[in-house]
C-alpha cells in the first residue's frame, strides 16, 4: 500500500470524507480536517463561482491557525473536488481558482482529464479520480491520476455494483498507488476492514450527512439516522447515473420506489443554477436524498469530532478473532 507524504503525520484515522452535493461546506470540512481526517467538497457547492475562493481562504486560514495552535495535533489537508463531465460549464474557472491557492489534493468525477492532472501536478497538487469499474480505473491512471477511489457496491451517491473484496484485489494486481474504498463504511470495523482489503483509504460520505456541520436540512439528517440497508434503492432515473437513495424520501415524492422509470444516461446535467443551488435538472426531485446502505450504523446526529471519535475508538477495538 502507497501512502503519499502530504498525509503522514496528520491523519487520526486513514479516512477521506467525501464531497457531498450541497452538503459539503466549510464548515464540514474543517471540522473534519481539525479531528484528522480528510475533508472535502465540490467546487459546484460554492455558488454564485466567485465564492470558491473565498471558500479557499476560510479554510486555509482556519486550517493554518488550529495548527499553529495544536502543533502536536496538525489537522489533516482538504481536497476540491471537480465534476469532469462536459456539461460542467465551470470546470476552467475552478480550476484556476485551485490553482491560485495551490490545491494539495483534487478528487475527480465522471470523466478523466489529462490535462487536469497536469495542471495539478504543475503546483504540487494530487489527484484521486473515483471510479465504478477496473476500465475506468485503467484510463484515470493512463491519463496521469495519482490515486483511484473505488466506488463498489453500497456506497452513496454515484455507486458502483461491484463486491469490494474483488475490486479492490483486482485493483491492486496492477496498481500500487493509494487507493480509496467507498461502499458502506460507516463504521471504524468497516474503516479497518478497508485497510485489510488492501485499501490505503475508507471514504466515506453518508455517515457525515448526520452532523451538526452538514449542510443538508433536519429531515434528511433525521432520515439518515433512521434508515438501514434495506431503504436504499439503486436507480438512475434522478440523474442519468446510476445511484443509491433513500426510499422513504422517494415514497415521499409520490414515486413507487420499487417501479422507477430508466432514465437516458445522455440526458444527465451537472449545470448549477447559482441564485437557487440546484442542479439544472432535475429540480421536481430536490428532495429525493442520496445515501449508501452503511447508514445502519448512524444513530443521532452529533458533532463531527464526536463521530470520528467513536470511528476511532471502533477502528482501534477491531481485532482479529480466535479460530
Known sequence: ?????????????????APLFIISVPDL?????????VGSFPALNARPAALLDEWLHRIREELAAHDKAHPERLSAP???????????????????????HKVQMMITSLGAREELNQAAHSWGGIVFHDVINQKFAHKAVEKGADGLILVSAGAGGHAGQLSPFAFVAETREWFDGPVALS?????????????????DFAYIGSAF?????????????????????????YSNLFTGVHGNYLRPSIVAAGMDPDNLAVS?????????????????????????????QGVGAVKEVVPVADMIARFKREYDGAVDQPL
Request: net charge positive.
Open 1 to 17: 500500500m502507497s501512502m503519499p507524504a502530504l498525509f503522514k503525520g496528520r491523519l487520526s484515522l486513514p479516512v477521506i470524507g
Open 209 to 233: 450527512i448526520a452532523t451538526k456541520e452538514a449542510n443538508a436540512v433536519p429531515g434528511y439528517k433525521d432520515m439518515i439516522t433512521a434508515a438501514g440497508a434495506q431503504d436504499i434503492v
Open 264 to 292: 437516458d444516461p445522455s440526458k444527465m446535467d451537472f449545470k448549477i443554477d447559482d441564485t437557487s443551488g440546484e442542479r439544472a435538472k432535475p429540480k421536481a426531485w430536490k428532495e429525493i436524498w442520496g445515501s449508501g
Open 78 to 100: 482538504f481536497a476540491v473536488n471537480q465534476i469532469v463531465h462536459k456539461s460542467n460549464a465551470r470546470l476552467d474557472h475552478d480550476l484556476a481558482v485551485c490553482e491560485k
Open 29 to 37: 470540512v474543517i471540522a473534519q480536517c481539525k479531528a484528522g481526517i
Open 183 to 199: 461502499g458502506a463504511i460507516g463504521n471504524g470495523r468497516a474503516i479497518r476492514a478497508a485497510r485489510a482489503l488492501g485499501a
